[in-house]
């Protein structure tokens, strides 16, 4: 029971770093259909800029928890502006392009942004400190679950709120979601389109910073070709959810999480990314809507 | 007008030069040692980056003033225009002599060169091969494989595992090798037949990662991530070769299997079948409705890209006797996507130019390899934003009604 609990709690903090990823390529998703392929490598340069950031702080010795807490926002808010960017450069160009094109351009800016980040800093594994410290009161639970993991679960909780009463009571979100329903009328309606996509671009990336940041302190170490199996399985969370929807890509990061969590547990550990890999496959062959997607005939 | 024009682009791509310098300053600039806390900041590297984006943003703009003057063009109804280099290079009485010369060359070529060399070419003309099937799968018939290296990792373990088991020979497994690549490319195409477009994509990118993943886990089917050594290069009714004799060998077969492919590629884009994946590309619920059989041609397609990925594979063992997953990751099929992107989707001269541009460049230029993955990545970008045909245009068919004669 114990070991089922431990086993539980990991997959629920796994499952939580990957519903902040899968919210990025659901939410681009669901306003231009088009699948962000370098929104991994924006996870990555998130987590780059934690350590960079919280590199130069400890040097100049600052105390570790107002660390983290700077660390997190210059992430949040680099990641964005490399969102915004790289929304400008590779996609907006290609709109009414045919659907093939923004994908293999999306491609072309993932291979680019790895290998940026490769030659500007390095190719190795780089040590990443710990941001998190441990608590004292979380001592006799230490054995399942880890101080870093409470902080993760709490964090991707607050900023799921957070991301929820965006979208549904702000004046931009409600835009979101008429952009989203349908293009056309929301700009016929006055909504200014271009904005809205640019806004869902630096939400995303945002969010998936945050998620850099934590699991890259959990972890302990980064390198530049992180953000390619993290965004392969946060895009299977957001499929396995019904892409286009937000509740779903939180439930199928959590469900992603526990499969992982528990095959790793239970069967064996090397074979963990073969589940992911074979969950995404069977899903998409079975219920390409997802979990919690609207199965949606196609008009001629 | 055209000075003013000039004008705000430079002011425009000073302010984007200036945005890329800010958004790349910490990445670019700053070095930190977690463990020594140390930092080192490199500001020498923000003046490259300064420079290199204004060169490019000037450029960017340049170019996209062209392509929204030449849409302009296109709405007017000027039609859609050749590149010179295309017209001159479809012209029968250019093409011909030009073909022979260059067999001539290829023929000549370990001759003359050395094994160094040779071995190069070998390598540019397996991606030539690799180009053109994944050409029939993501150009002709319109679904983008991600997982294509798959298949080339399929022919690359099939001719590895029985050779070291079975000691059969290369002429052996070349056919099987063949047999089993299609097999495998069915396999992968009856389950994502009712997938389109990026769903599709990512599927076969998670069969890609999954045969990877096997591969390097499976230590007991495939001996891991070390790999399989010693595989035998191929030799002729008991005669085996030497290295030097066995790489201008291989490199004959090479050769003969290129031309092969580049014979069949092109008559298929002419056949039935191949019109059929074309208009399958275009639209599948009107390709359907005008009574294609839209699973057959689907599965001819994967199954043909298949077959050519996994050949050479088995080429691939031979060539160099030593294989590991190492060699079969993403990275490869998005090399493979990148040539066909580049050369042209659906054109077969364009593929092969895009094949060699992509291997030998990076070969030759050997201060640039360390850059090459970052070249490819932005040549994606660019030329899906600015050239969206490739080098070459694919040529299509055209029924010419000949008024005059009426």
């Known amino acids: 029971m114990e070991y089922f609990l431990q086993l539980f709690l990991g997959g629920l903090s796994r499952g939580s770093i990957y519903a902040l990823i899968a919210l990025g390529y659901t939410m681009v998703y669901g306003i231009i259909e088009l699948i962000n392929f370098a929104h991994g490598e924006i996870y990555m340069i998130g987590a780059f800029m934690g350590l960079i950031v919280a590199g130069v702080l400890t040097a100049m010795g600052w105390p570790t928890l107002s660390i983290l807490v700077i660390a997190l926002i210059i992430a949040v808010l680099y990641s964005a502006a490399y969102g915004y960017t790289v929304e400008k450069i590779a996609y907006k160009p290609l709109r009414g392009a045919p659907r093939l094109a923004p994908l293999i351009s999306a491609i072309g800016m993932s291979i680019l942004l790895q290998n940026y980040v490769m030659l500007a800093q390095t190719p190795d594994f780089l040590p990443f400190p710990r941001l998190i410290p441990d608590l004292e009161f979380m001592g006799p639970y230490a054995n399942f679950l880890a101080t870093s993991d409470l902080f993760i679960i709490i964090t991707s909780i607050s900023v799921m709120v957070a991301l929820t009463m965006f979208i549904k009571f702000t004046r931009m979100g409600k835009a979101m979601r008429a952009t989203a329903q349908n293009r056309k009328m929301a700009m016929l309606v006055g909504v200014n389109v271009d904005q809205v996509i640019s806004v869902t671009f630096m939400v995303g990336s945002g969010l998936a910073a945050v998620g850099g940041v934590l699991i890259a302190s959990h972890i302990g170490q980064i390198n530049f070709a992180i953000g390619f199996l993290a965004g392969i399985k946060a895009f299977t969370a957001a499929v396995l959810g019904g892409i286009g929807s937000i509740p779903g890509a939180v439930l199928g990061g959590l469900v992603l999480g526990w499969t992982e969590s528990f095959a790793a547990g239970y069967i064996s550990s090397d074979y963990e990314d073969v589940f992911a890999f074979c969950l995404l496959v069977l899903i998409l062959i079975f219920r390409p809507a997802g979990l919690l997607g609207k199965q949606r005939s196609q008009k001629v | ?406």
């Open chain 2, 1 to 406: 007008m055209a000075v003013a024009n000039l004008l705000g682009n430079l002011k425009k791509s000073a302010i984007a030069a200036l945005w890329l310098a800010f958004l790349t300053l910490p990445v670019m600039v700053i070095r930190v040692d977690t463990v020594e806390k140390t930092v080192t900041w490199r500001w020498m590297h923000l003046a490259y980056m300064l420079v290199g984006s204004f060169v490019l943003a000037v450029a960017w703009h340049f170019l996209m003033d062209r392509r929204d003057r030449g849409a302009a063009n296109r709405d007017s109804g000027g039609g859609e225009t050749q590149s010179a280099l295309s017209l001159w290079l479809e012209n029968p009485s250019v093409m011909r002599p030009l073909m022979a010369f260059g067999l001539l060359v290829a023929v000549a070529f370990p001759w003359v060169f050395s094994m160094y060399q040779t071995n190069i070419l070998i390598s540019a003309l397996i991606y030539v091969v690799l180009g053109l099937g994944l050409n029939i799968t993501v150009g002709l018939a319109g679904l983008l494989d991600l997982g294509y290296v798959a298949f080339y990792a399929v022919g690359a373990y099939a001719y590895a595992l029985l050779n070291h088991h079975f000691q059969l020979g290369f002429w052996t497994v070349l056919p099987l090798g063949a047999i089993l690549g299609a097999f495998f490319g069915i396999l992968l195409g009856f389950p994502v037949l009712r997938l389109r477009g990026d769903y599709l994509a990512i599927v076969t990118l998670g069969f890609g990662q999954i045969v990877r993943l096997v591969l390097e886990n499976w230590s007991a089917f495939s001996n891991g991530p070390a790999g399989i050594s010693n595989i035998s290069r191929p030799g002729l009714f008991g005669v085996t070769y030497g290295v030097d004799q066995a790489t201008t060998y291989i490199y004959y077969i090479m050769l003969a299997l290129v031309v092969l492919t580049i014979f069949v590629t092109a008559r298929l884009k002419d056949s039935r079948i191949g019109r059929a994946w074309l208009a399958l590309r275009e639209d599948e619920i009107a390709c359907q409705a005008m009574g294609i059989d839209n699973t057959r041609a689907k599965l001819m397609a994967f199954a043909l890209g298949a077959t050519l990925a996994s050949l050479m594979g088995v080429v691939f063992a031979a060539k160099t006797t030593y294989i590991n997953p190492a060699s079969f990751t993403f990275m490869e099929s998005a090399m493979i996507l990148a040539i066909v992107v580049l050369g042209g989707m659906g054109s077969v001269l364009g593929v092969i130019l895009g094949a060699f541009l992509l291997i030998l460049l990076p070969e030759y230029m050997r201060a640039f390899s360390e850059y090459r993955m970052l070249i490819f990545g932005a040549t994606m970008i660019l030329v899906m934003v600015f050239r969206p045909q490739g080098l070459i245009r694919a040529k299509r068919k055209v029924y010419k009604i000949n008024t005059e004669a009426a």
